[in-house]
């Protein structure tokens, strides 16, 4: 049984400080596992989120109102011991440019 490392639970809001939603990041203990990121929509609306590394987008999820979504981290996405996670709002158009896989 592997047991999964927590790092901190931390909060989206938006520009106005209102608290959109919390995630967590669970970083596995053997290469072998897929890293998770669990999203928790503390809205009433539908929202969509971005799941970033070091700053570029690798995931869109949509949550709804006042649910949990599970985003694994899949391997294509490169994610290595050292890279920053972060969800943050996903509030308008992003142009793909491919180096989020580099």
Same mark, same amino acid.
């Given at each position: 049984?592997?047991?999964?490392? +927590? ?12 608290? /959109?939603? *919390?995630?967590?990041?669970? @970083? ?25 590394? +070091?700053?570029?987008?690798?995931a ?7 649910? /949990?979504? *599970?985003?694994?981290?899949k @391997? ?20 793909f ?6």
């Amino acid at each position: 049984m592997a047991i999964l490392v +927590n790092e901190n639970i931390e909060e989206v809001r938006n520009s106005k400080g209102e608290l /959109r939603a *919390t995630y967590e990041y669970i @970083r596995p203990p053997r290469p072998t596992l897929i890293p998770l990121v669990f999203i928790w929509n503390d809205t009433d609306d539908l929202q969509m989120f971005r799941v970033c590394k +070091n700053g570029k987008p690798i995931a869109f999820p949509l949550v709804h109102p006042h649910t /949990r979504k *599970t985003v694994p981290i899949k @391997r294509f996405m490169n994610v290595r011991e050292n890279d920053v996670i972060t969800v943050i709002e996903h509030l308008d158009e992003y142009v793909f440019d491919g180096t989020e896989f580099d």
